[in-house]
């Protein structure tokens, strides 16, 4: 059983990092892609950032350059490092993974195709 649970959420100003981090109890193994949703109030839930086994990484484009994901399959571990938040980023952000069966798979950004999924942490971003 897949078990997510993400940590590292809080208030900041406009400009501020943050550190996501999701600890996994399974999920995390050959063929699994690993990735962060985010979901703002009145809003559906929207693809982030993912990374699959191989190590090659997929952003929405609104946070290329200011967001890093990575994992340590070791470690069971998720992160995502936010630099430079906006306002607009403020939301529920949610781990999340899926079983590809390859390395090297290319992950879908539908959250409807993702089964495995933390509680969220909320980030909120003050102008």
């Known amino acids: 059983q897949v078990q997510l649970v993400e940590s590292g959420g809080g208030l900041v100003q406009s400009g501020d990092s943050l550190r996501l981090s999701c600890a996994a109890s399974g999920g995390t193994g050959s063929g699994y892609v690993m990735g962060w949703f985010r979901q703002a109030p009145g809003k559906g839930r929207e693809f982030v950032a993912a990374i699959n086994c191989a190590g090659s990484t997929y952003y929405r484009d609104s946070v290329e350059g200011r967001f890093t994901i990575s994992r340590d399959n070791a470690k069971n571990t998720l992160d995502q490092q936010m630099n430079n938040l906006r306002p607009e980023d403020a939301a529920v952000y949610y781990c999340?993974?899926?079983?590809?069966?390859?390395?090297?798979?290319?992950?879908?950004?539908?959250?409807?195709?993702?089964?495995?999924w933390g509680q969220g942490t909320q980030v909120n971003v003050s102008s």
């Open positions: 999340a993974t899926e079983f590809y069966g390859s390395m090297r798979a290319m992950p879908t950004r539908d959250p409807e195709d993702w089964r495995y």
